[in-house]
């Protein structure tokens, strides 16, 4: 079985930092493609940043030059440095693997189960 773990969420003021991390749990050979997505209240789930196993990323409009994704593969980890939040920023984040080959296992997607941003202004 393949999980997927965030951490780091809390509340932070505008202009603030903070960092999430996302670890996959289980016997993983590899997961082709990382990301982090987010949900506001009363809005659809969205694109927040991407990166694939070779390290090419993409990010959102709104938060690009403001937050950076990155992985360690060794470790099934993906984290997400968020810099300059702004209120608009506050969002249950999501974790998500795509593609996943595990033991006996191949995952097309697997999302985690959420962490809470909160920014105040």
């Known amino acids: 079985q393949v999980q997927l773990v965030e951490s780091g969420g809390g509340l932070v003021q505008a202009g603030g930092s903070l960092t999430l991390s996302c670890a996959a749990s289980?016997?993983?050979?590899?997961?082709?493609?990382m990301g982090w997505y987010r949900q506001a209240p009363g809005a659809q789930r969205e694109l927040v940043a991407t990166i694939t196993s070779g390290g090419t990323t993409t990010y959102a409009d709104s938060v690009k030059g403001r937050f950076t994704i990155s992985r360690d593969n060794a470790k099934n980890t993906v984290y997400l440095q968020m810099n300059s939040l702004k209120p608009e920023d506050a969002a249950v984040y999501y974790c998500?693997?795509?593609?996943?080959?595990?033991?006996?296992?191949?995952?097309?997607?697997?999302w985690g189960q959420g962490i809470q941003v909160t920014v105040s202004s």
């Open positions: 289980g016997i993983i050979f590899s997961i082709d493609v």
């Open positions: 998500k693997g795509e593609r996943i080959r595990a033991r006996d296992l191949y995952v097309y997607h697997q």
